[in-house]
């Protein structure tokens, strides 16, 4: 089957939102074995919003639209797609509760334009919207199929997930079943090359890899007849790629790195502390990012200034002056001295050239020095993060921190 | 004029990147007031592409492509649009000579096909790729022009700016200026409020106004005949919003606000550290973002537990005990703690509740203390933050304690 998105909205047109949508449902259709040959964005213009809806339905078998269908003027995508498919708006009851039930719930007036909402082509199946009023829906005519759904993106990664996913498995008669790995470690040319032979001779399940801020993630897809094939089949492609690369792998359920680390750290009640320089506080805020980590995260240390160091962390004065701030030795005593000052189970220290300036021919710029102590086990390593700029490399040493913890504690 | 922005490539389709162009392109043809009919993404699929390009030619005056210029045999936007507009490749000596040298001194080897990239439409005028090797160009022909411009983000961005601006100012035989301003601490619709008979009214200059994670900024514009025309049209414009609502503007230089603050600490020579709760080290991450600040930034201490507040800053036990760890009397000791052990000429405390959890009726999630010393000088604030998601809240707590600073720094 090949589709068409079709975003409607002046908002895109102006610049003022990003097009997210169309870059989710690609993701998604494309997994379901549905090739995408456009992304067509338009005004609330409704003479272009048809031409271009009859373009897509001339030039592909399913046409998914995002936005238009809220309860202002400006919202015509539900009447243009009625007309042209040749089919109705009629009331429909169970989306008018809906939408009534959604404003008692916020106790606030539910006003005429809102009932427009409920107005659906006869014909059509709907998709309730869970997270919103707007109801999404499908209609099908003469061999082709549009499917509206609403604009912003929450309303509609929700409805697609929760309702259009199945209806468009229904469609092409089989049952697609996905699952995300995530990596650290490797990047995404050696990982190919890592799997060349199966990338080039797949046919099913498909594998495709993604890159993303230093993390790496395969998408391993299979369409079978039933959902216990595709599971299967999917499970054993899991299974060749963990045996070639498996000590690169961090998730396979699609969670980040910080995420899988926070996760473990409460999970295993491990109390833990950070003393942090050249990341600047990027460690402790990307962790305290994660609801329910104050039960674990006692304290960070900021130490930005080498007086600092000293003073709080009790680094000495000769290490930073022998061996630099940026050092193995100067990291050892960071975290040796903050684990004097807290009783966690964990501490870790970070020291290094965030750039752009203040690099020297052997410590340049990503140069960084980590130390862990878990439960009294000591480990420091020596990177040389590739300088792409300041903001990648502050990002890049906090996900080798977070990568030596998941190490740490992996048992 | 009307344009369309064609964006070619296969990974758009896939969903394995973000439109960006998309997006900055339609925000700088609007402010030329040159309006974007559609957006269009296609593949890199020869026939597709001459296929839209004819459909955007002949629904526009202007087309703006990005992306398949590159040196591989998938790049065929340039010989596609040569085809289309009826003229020949001919090498292009300057391209040639900058690719060699962009090789040159990165050291590295060039191969035939870059130079494919130096071949270019014989009509065409050349725009040179500062940041990167593929030059774009314009070509024009039977009264249409078709910009093609390189995909990376950077070297598209940069080429428009430096190269591209110029060309369709001379086009649209005017002159377009404008500035951004940027306001925190007013919403959107309030902001629209305030200024909506001038809104209303706009002819030239014209006003936009873009929200964004909690900040706003107007975009005043002026086509004129003169560039001195242009820019008193804009400062007389800008003057008039400043009489209105100039207590809410941090920035008339489309700076945000972390750079806007972190440039007035530096170039003040303004010492400073932070204690953060809520935040989580949020704070300190956002200015060390900043390259330079390790000249004025000590320290930042992250006392996410009672017991660190204690330890760290001397807050005391039974302060916590009869106020609550979210307290102004907390948020009070916390930066005279702070103070007590730098000598930072700048301290600042924060202490909230992220959320989602922890909230009370008394002090919900959103509920936020802070204080800052500079000088001497002493300010204490609370606030309730709008209680959108534990990341927002965080954020917008940061930008608080930034415009706190910037306040107390003013002058």
Known sequence: MRSIILSVGTELLFGQITNTNSVYLSQQLNALGIDVMYHFTVGDNPKRVEETLKLALENSDIVITTGGLGPTQD?????????????????????????????????????????????????????????????????????????????PPRE?????????????????????????????????????????DIISSQTDPTIATYAKEGEVAIRVTSKRKNRKEADEAVSDMIEKIRERIGEFIYSFEDED????????????????????????????????????????????????????????????????????????????????????????????????????NGGTEEKPVGHVNMCAILDGEKVCNEYKVRAVNRNWNRNYTVLLMLNMINKLIRD
């Open 257 to 356: 790195l910080v995420h899988v680390v926070a996760k473990k750290l409460i999970e295993r009640n491990i109390s833990f502390s950070c003393a942090e320089s050249c990341t600047g506080g990027l460690f402790a805020a990307s962790l305290t990012e994660i609801p329910g980590i104050s039960s674990v995260f006692d304290r960070g240390i900021v130490t930005y200034s080498n007086h600092a160091k000293i003073e709080e962390l009790n680094v000495s004065e000769e290490t930073i002056e022998k061996f630099g701030a940026v050092s193995f030795e100067t990291a050892l005593e960071m975290v040796e001295g903050l684990r004097a000052i807290t009783d966690s189970r964990l501490c870790i220290s970070v020291t290094g050239v965030a750039g752009p």
């Open 156 to 196: 509609m990664t929700h409805m697609f997930q929760k309702k259009v996913l199945s209806y468009l498995e229904k469609k092409s008669n089989s049952v697609i079943h996905y699952k995300m790995i995530r990596l650290f470690g490797i990047g995404e040319s050696a990982l190919e090359d890592a799997l060349k």
């Open 75 to 151: 919202d015509l995508t539900k009447e243009i797609v009625a007309k042209v498919m040749e089919n109705e708006l009629v009331l429909h009851k169970q989306s008018l509760e809906h939408i009534e039930h959604f404003f008692n719930r916020l106790k606030r007036v539910m006003t005429d334009n809102n009932i427009k909402q409920a107005y659906l082509p006869e014909r059509a199946i709907v998709f309730e919207n869970d997270a919103g009023t707007a109801p999404g829906f499908a209609l099908e005519s003469k061999g082709k199929i549009v499917v509206c759904l609403p604009g």
